[in-house]
């Protein structure tokens, strides 16, 4: 299957369960992971070990396609953490 890019993540691994109507996405293999919501009603799944984002349970898939209006689906992603060379905060400590 071709890997689903959502921003600047991409997916390789999407399944969908028609019963649950559920579609899960993760990067790399499944993994045990915990789950934040998202204001959406969808999950955001994060490494049990690393808390590193690793995936996304996008709830009720087929029913909001039926019922959207537009082109578009919106989910809330986490940010990339950004790191800061510790010489660049230097100068805050002088």
Do not use: N
């Amino acid at each position: 299957m071709t890997p689903l890019k959502i921003g600047q993540w991409e997916f390789d691994h999407v399944e969908y369960d028609a019963d649950a109507d559920v579609v899960y996405l993760t990067m790399g293999e499944p993994r045990p992971s915990h789950g934040r919501e998202t204001p959406e009603g969808h999950i955001q799944l994060f490494d049990e070990e690393t808390d590193a984002f690793c995936g996304l349970t996008l709830v009720s898939i087929a029913e909001l396609l039926e019922r959207l209006h537009g082109d578009e689906v919106t989910v809330t992603m986490p940010a990339r953490p950004e790191r800061i060379a510790t010489a660049d905060l230097a100068f805050a400590l002088a």
